[in-house]
């Protein structure tokens, strides 16, 4: 039987009409969630950020700093850092920090604390952090960093500097190339759980993190540089010297191949930065009256001006009296009549005063300044003293004569080395650098050091004479302490006096020697300066001439090119 | 009255129209979630690789230390000395010779034909190139 619709009244009709109104608002309703989740409002949006989402900073790896046989230097390895969020902390749980991190530290974090991110500690290596990661303490959280590492402790600690907690780099080479060498940390996003836990969901968006980092091969050697800081060590603790500096440097180009200063610092204990002593390089931050090892440089100078030949000649009479003072030789000795090959043998003071008075100062100043005396000598490093050099307005008296013996002028060990480096070539003065090759991250050369010329400072004549007169320092003269029976030194000491508040200060002294070798092809130019000695023995011909000679005894077992030694046999063309 | 009767007949065809558009559209969406699934799963193994790079890296430079520290000329002296016994050589000795003498020296050592071709250094016992001398 067929059903019969029947006819609906009005009454349904209208309630149909009231589901429609009702499917409408729940449309409206719709779209107005819709609406809400597709243009959320701003605040809701941060809100909702903070609650779920971590951004947290990723430090990427410091690049590496080698030595010129590619040797690392410096190197950065993974450390984590902790950080504490009190929102999700119970200071209850500061008790299982004093294992770990110590009772001051746990003290810190048992009470109730403001704001959401508060350090624990920077930089825990990987091992020690494991285990506190593995507790898993609710509210305690970890962070991957990088820590600056220097495997070989003390070595070229100086010239290589350091860097702070952020791995920012504060000093020398770190400081230096920090634009090459830092590559700033960046951001990962991770999501929180319901307990603040962070998750890593992100996968591939968060992704692998580019390392921009340069890196630096430097032309230091560190077998030069490991025996340079062996020997000034040994030097300078068994004369009980407060300070002491050491520059070997390659004069046919001006490549820094060791540098050394004492007091030793190891970068990797963060307490040793506290000693500024120690933290200073003593090579370009420290400026001294040079003494005796000045009289090549201010001979040279005589010579160049026209004020001395070959042929010149000097009364020494022990004593001379000079304007309102008297200049005199060590113990008042008198050298009698000598050329001027005998004037630096003898280090003959009242010999390079009589010198003194035939140069016209302001030529004389000049030449001072050509040598790089009172500028700085541009080697890639921070804090480099310029020095002090009176103007020539005030070269009044004994000034010149002074000068011209070493004293009343004050220069760094880098700008003699660099002096002497100029007799050795044949009269260029050479910029020194230290950065043979700067790397970008993808290993491609951006900058290479090389060779520049800053002036010819002296003829290749005059060079030759200087070179042979200090030849004969070492082999007759004042500086037979360097005397070597295996490569052919020449040198000159120097023993300065150190003035405080304006006065000599007895008993107080610089003791240095400078040189170079083989004697008749330099390759090889270096200084070592022992800043006061304690003790009978003071004098640069005692104790730093011994000192230079055994560094480059042990050199000549390295170089050239790394021979089997052995049965080894030096070849040098005259 | 008729046309309420047979409607069901009438609307037959499109309802399933309606179906096979509901299936389309649902198989494009399962599609869809299927690539979408795809991709994370897609997303994870790069997190994993990402992640397995990242333990790679750090184990490099750990390792780029101890090589460091393997390498440093402090352990190699003092290796070579309290170990192997080994002291500065003492006869180590400087020749000097001249310039002319050096120029004379290098004319004796190479011959005046140089050998220059690939073929020239072709080792024929062991059929490979072989360094001059």
Known sequence: MPRIKKNEPENIRRSKSVWRAAYFILILLAVGTAWIQLKPDARVVRQSHKQYWASVAVSASRG?????????????????SFFIDPKYWDPKSADLLVKPFGKNIAMKFSKNLPGRFHWIIRNVPKGKA????NQEIPGLYKINEKIRVYPHKELAS???GFCDIDDYGQAGIELAWNHILFSPPRTRFLTRDSKGKTLDIMGGKSGVLKNTSGSIRLTIDSRFQQIMEWRLNEAAKATNSSWGAAVCVDPTNGEILALASYPALDPNDRTNLKDQNAVRNNVVGRVFEPGSIFKPITMSIAIETGAANKNSSYNCRGTMKLFDKTMSEVNKKAHGVQDLTHVLMNSCNIGMTIMSMGVPKHQAYGMLKQFGFGEKTEAELFGEEVGLIKSPEEWLGTVPANIFIGQGIAITPLQAVMAIASIANGGALLKPYLVAEVLDSDGKVIHKGGRRVRYQV??????EFMREAMKRVVSEGGGKQAFSEKISIAGKTGTAQIATGGQYVKGQYVASFVGFWPAEKPKYVMIISLGEPKGARYY???????IFKSIAEDISQISPSDEPIGSKVNIEAN | MRYTEFRHEIERPRSSLFVVCFLSVFICAAALGTLRLYGLYLEHRISETASRIEVSRECNLEMSKKYSELLSPARIYSYARKELGMINAENIKTVKVNNSDIMLAKAVVYPLEEKTGFLDYLNPFVRKAHAKN
């Open chain 1, 458 to 463: 002296m003829s290749a004549k005059t060079a």
């Open chain 1, 540 to 546: 640069g011909g005692q104790i730093a001439a011994p």
């Open chain 1, 158 to 160: 100086h010239l290589l």
């Open chain 1, 130 to 133: 494991e285990k506190l990661v």
């Open chain 1, 64 to 80: 590496e700093i080698t030595d010129r046989n590619n040797i690392p230097l410096a190197v950065s390895i993974p450390a984590t």
